[in-house]
């Protein structure tokens, strides 16, 4: 938002209002800390209101989403080494299902790399090929919401 005399800015949320003190100026971002856990599952709609010191106020677009404060469930997780490859078989309850990545602990440089992007019937079952030598893997399963659960595996090629 840009407001170079806000006064405040307030979430209103069914149809609770937070209320916080927020910098003043161009291009200015603000952030509230709700505790959504009551509303787990459940839709709720939220938009802010700003105001500034003359009384005018503005309103943002309604937003509708579902809360989701609950981290992917691993059901079963295995894999078969093939050769210099993997196979890393995942069934995982998640609705709003966005990611697995991992990182390899064991390299010089360790970085976030991508293993699977979707699910087919709650199940991610994945091939991956692997340098010789020892790997320490901490896979994350994660959602569209944020949540993730984390994973270690540890193995030789």
């Known amino acids: 938002y840009s407001e170079n005399n806000l006064v405040f800015v307030r979430l209103l949320w069914n149809p609770d209002v937070t ?14 800390s709700i505790n959504l856990s009551a509303w787990n599952g459940q839709e709720i709609d939220y938009w ?13 677009k309604k937003i509708n989403i579902t809360v989701d404060i609950t981290p992917p469930v691993i059901n079963f997780f295995n894999y078969t080494p ?3 490859s993997l196979v890393f078989f995942f069934n995982i309850t998640e ?6 990545t991992y990182i390899d602990s064991s390299d010089s440089k360790p970085k976030e790399k991508t293993l699977c992007t979707r699910l087919k019937n709650s199940i991610c079952d ?5 340098s010789t030598g020892q790997h ?7 959602d569209k919401a944020g949540n ?10």
Do not use: M
């Not at 209320?19 to 509230?32: A, I, L, Y």
């Not at 609705?95 to 697995?100: T, W």
């Open 19 to 32: 209320r916080t003190n927020c910098p003043s100026g161009k291009n200015q971002q603000c952030e509230f």
């Open 48 to 60: 802010f209101e700003l105001e500034d010191i003359a009384g005018n106020y503005d309103l943002s």
């Open 82 to 84: 093939v050769g210099r």
């Open 95 to 100: 609705i709003n299902f966005k990611e697995i």
């Open 126 to 130: 994945v091939k991956k090929s692997f």
């Open 136 to 142: 320490n893997l901490i896979l994350f399963i994660k």
């Open 148 to 157: 993730s659960v984390e994973e270690n595996s540890l193995f030789i090629i």
